[in-house]
Nanobody, 116 residues
Framework: QVQLVESGGGLVQAGGSLRLSCAAS????????MAWYRQAPGKQRNLVAA???????NYEDSVKGRFTISRDNAENTVFLQMNSLKPEDTAVYYC??????????WGQGTQVTVSS
């Protein structure tokens, strides 16, 4: 069983930055794929960024060059640094863990709101 707890969401003006964190419980954290998804009102949940146990990353096209996913296996934590935020980045952001995309485990979500 893996439990995920996100933090770091909030309200920011366009062009600003936020850093999301996801703290994971469980002894297998270093072996799983970690990812961030987001869901805007009335839309489906989509992958934003993912990072493998070896540190390989991939990003959704609209966030490339603006968002950076990273992980600290010693602290069982994954981060999403979000820069140059746009109003269209407004969504609930979910941390995800598992051996596939999406993985089996989800966090409760954290709201990110970007004002224009």
């Amino acid at each position: 069983q893996v439990q995920l707890v996100e933090s770091g969401g909030g309200l920011v003006q366009a062009g600003g930055s936020l850093r999301l964190s996801c703290a994971a419980s469980g002894s297998r954290f270093s072996t799983v794929v970690m990812a961030w998804y987001r869901q805007a009102p009335g839309k489906q949940r989509n992958l934003v960024a993912a990072i493998t146990s070896g540190g390989r990353t991939n990003y959704e096209d609209s966030v490339k060059g603006r968002f950076t996913i990273s992980r600290d296996n010693a602290e069982n934590t994954v981060f999403l640094q979000m820069n140059s935020l746009k109003p269209e980045d407004t969504a609930v952001y979910y941390c995800n863990a598992g051996f596939n995309l999406p993985g089996l485990y989800w966090g409760q979500g954290t709201q990110v709101t970007v004002s224009s």
